[in-house]
């Protein structure tokens, strides 16, 4: 029964998230690390999470008794009660943002709610089934995790949470395309309006290559607001064009769901190391306060 419940939270996606939370959380630390704040914050964020994933198996029931990679889930299978797994979705939420608020701060269960609101709300119960602008409305929640672990330690959105928020919600639209293609079939069958299953898989390679290109361009940002240095800039630029020329492989192949495996499994290795490197790679920035400061001195 336990495994159940810990199953239904989708555990990879949660460990997913927190690696992102680790990497906004050190680039604001700047080596001055709250250890237990950034606990407070893992936990925090892991419970909401959690709770957004259970409610998407609650959501989905009807769509993945029809698809063959999830017919085998805990609430298709009948093997938790709907009454149970809601209760349990809601103590997860709550909880969550509860710690968030007070170990943590307000702006953190802020952005929290509003990355819930918007994955269980707009994206699973309607967007996800009926248009096909569903995925980037789900990468605004899907970014928000390094967000929430940046302003865990600034209490403030300042350039960086917004570049934070930019980098990560362009990453997640060819990572879910190309999860999107790889799973074609099951998609098609269940009716689900994502791009490559609306407008095909040609169009969403496009789309595919051309987010991954934003992506190259955007990381570097970073860098030239002067929160990370040049290690990070080589090392993310070198994977990022990597990733972007394994895309381009797409227009020479009609192996569909082998060049999307290898864009989705890259797309892993490049986000990791990503938050790996804003995670020890990073600069105070230099304000026009501190310039002047330092004249005066």
Same mark, same amino acid.
């Given at each position: 029964?336990?495994?159940?419940?810990?199953?239904?939270?989708?555990?990879?996606?949660?460990?997913?998230?927190?690696?992102?939370?680790?990497?906004?959380?050190?680039?604001?630390?700047?080596?001055?690390?709250?250890?237990?704040?950034?606990?407070?914050?893992?936990?925090?964020?892991?419970?909401?999470?959690?709770?957004?994933?259970?409610?998407?198996?609650?959501?989905?029931? &009807?769509? &993945?008794? /029809?698809?063959?990679?999830?017919?085998?889930?805990?609430?298709?299978?009948?093997?938790?009660?709907?009454?149970?797994?809601?209760?349990?979705?809601?103590?997860?939420?709550?909880?969550?943002?509860?710690?968030?608020?007070?170990?943590?701060? #307000?702006?953190?269960?802020?952005? #929290?709610?509003?990355?819930?609101? !918007?994955?269980?709300?707009?994206?699973?119960?309607?967007?996800?089934?009926?248009?096909?602008?569903?995925?980037?409305?789900?990468?605004?929640?899907?970014?928000?995790?390094?967000?929430?672990?940046?302003?865990?330690?600034?209490?403030?959105?300042?350039?960086? #949470?917004?570049?934070?928020?930019?980098?990560?919600?362009?990453?997640?639209?060819? +990572?879910?395309?190309?999860?999107?293609?790889?799973?074609?079939? &099951?998609?098609?069958?269940?009716?689900?309006?994502?791009?490559?299953?609306?407008?095909?898989?040609?169009?969403?390679?496009? +789309?595919?290559?051309?987010?991954?290109?934003?992506?190259?361009?955007?990381?570097?940002?970073?860098?030239?607001?002067?929160?990370?240095?040049? /290690?990070?800039?080589?090392? !993310?630029? #070198?994977?990022?064009?990597?990733?972007?020329?394994?895309?381009?492989?797409?227009?020479?192949?009609?192996?569909?769901?082998?060049?999307?495996?290898?864009?989705?499994?890259?797309?892993?290795? !490049?986000?990791?190391?990503?938050?790996?490197?804003?995670?020890?790679?990073?600069?105070?920035?230099?304000?026009? /306060?501190?310039?002047?400061?330092?004249?005066?001195?």
């Amino acid at each position: 029964m336990i495994r159940y419940y810990l199953t239904i939270i989708k555990p990879k996606i949660v460990l997913g998230n927190l690696i992102s939370v680790v990497g906004g959380f050190l680039l604001a630390s700047r080596g001055n690390i709250n250890y237990s704040l950034l606990f407070f914050a893992l936990i925090s964020v892991c419970f909401i999470i959690a709770s957004g994933c259970v409610f998407n198996n609650i959501i989905d029931r &009807d769509i &993945d008794i /029809k698809m063959h990679r999830t017919q085998s889930r805990i609430l298709v299978k009948g093997l938790l009660s709907i009454k149970h797994s809601l209760i349990y979705a809601i103590v997860l939420g709550i909880t969550g943002c509860a710690l968030l608020y007070y170990k943590v701060n #307000a702006l953190s269960m802020c952005l #929290a709610i509003i990355a819930f609101v !918007v994955y269980v709300v707009i994206y699973s119960l309607y967007m996800k089934r009926h248009s096909v602008y569903s995925t980037l409305i789900g990468s605004l929640s899907g970014a928000m995790p390094p967000v929430i672990g940046y302003c865990a330690v600034t209490n403030e959105f300042d350039c960086a #949470a917004l570049i934070l928020q930019f980098i990560f919600s362009v990453w997640q639209i060819p +990572h879910s395309y190309s999860v999107a293609i790889y799973n074609f079939k &099951d998609y098609q069958i269940a009716k689900i309006a994502v791009l490559p299953v609306v407008k095909g898989i040609s169009v969403a390679k496009n +789309h595919i290559i051309v987010y991954i290109l934003v992506f190259v361009i955007s990381t570097p940002m970073l860098t030239i607001s002067g929160y990370t240095g040049y /290690k990070y800039l080589l090392v !993310v630029t #070198a994977v990022s064009i990597g990733w972007f020329v394994i895309s381009l492989l797409g227009y020479k192949t009609s192996n569909h769901r082998l060049w999307s495996y290898r864009i989705f499994v890259f797309s892993i290795i !490049v986000i990791t190391i990503f938050s790996i490197m804003i995670s020890i790679d990073f600069i105070t920035p230099i304000s026009f /306060k501190n310039i002047i400061t330092y004249n005066y001195q």
